[in-house]
């Protein structure tokens, strides 16, 4: 399975950070998988971001779920990552990744990341 994100690159403040994964050599359908959303900032660890499972179903984190959807385009297995009301406090490299767990820091595919900055 391979993973790969889009490169939006800079973001003004309050503006809508959205990212696509497209997945290849694997399907998002793929019973009991999940399909993630992580970011790592300068200096911090790795911060999960909320969750699609193969059903559609989605979760996010308590703290960015107001601002945070995903969603998919399953005729192009892909999956999208929109942040509202960003902030320079979102500038990160953003992942998408895989797996059979809902929540882990380890997933088994992952994409290559992508920086995100955010500011004027």
């Known amino acids: 399975v391979q993973l790969l994100e889009s490169v939006p690159g800079l973001v003004n403040p309050s503006q809508t950070l959205s990212l696509t994964c497209t997945v290849s050599r694997g399907s998002i359908t793929t019973k009991d998988y999940w399909w993630p959303w992580l970011r790592q900032s300068p200096g911090k660890g790795l911060e999960w971001i909320g969750v699609?499972?193969?059903?559609?179903?989605?979760y996010y984190s308590p703290s960015l779920k107001s601002r945070t959807s995903i969603t998919r385009n399953t005729s192009k297995n892909q999956f999208f990552l929109q942040l509202n009301s960003v902030t320079p406090e979102d500038t990160a490299v953003y992942y998408c990744?895989?797996?059979?767990?809902?929540?882990?820091?380890?997933?088994?595919?992952w994409g290559q990341g992508t920086q995100v900055t955010v500011s004027t």
């Open positions: 699609m499972a193969y059903t559609g179903d989605t």
């Open positions: 990744a895989g797996g059979e767990e809902r929540i882990t820091s380890g997933y088994d595919y």
